[in-house]
C-alpha cells in the first residue's frame, strides 16, 4: 500500500514489503483472533532519497500495523494489541 502510494508521486521504493504474517489481536478482555499484517509503519532502515527536508527517520520498532481479519475488514492497530503466539 505505501510503495503504491510512493508510486503515484513517483518516487522510488527504499524495499519491498516484508511478506504478510499472522498474529494475535486483543480484541478485549480473553478475546483473541488471528488476524493478518499486511503492511508496518515505522520500520528500522535507511530512510528513502526523497525530497521532504523535514522528514526525519531514524532506527525505531514498528509502532502501527495495517491488519486485515478473516472478515475481510481492516484497520490500522498499534502493535502492542498483537501477539506472535495466542495467549491462554
Known sequence: ????QLALLDVPTAAPEPEPRTYWE???PN??????VRTRYAVPGQPPA???PHLQLGMVAP???????????????????LRNRKPR
Open 26 to 28: 486483543n480484541r478485549g
Open 63 to 81: 509502532r502501527n500495523v495495517l491488519v486485515e481479519r478473516a472478515d475481510g475488514s481492516r484497520d490500522v492497530r498499534p502493535v502492542r494489541l
Open 50 to 52: 526523497v525530497p521532504f
Open 1 to 4: 500500500m505505501a510503495a503504491e
Open 31 to 36: 478475546q483473541w483472533e488471528p488476524v493478518v
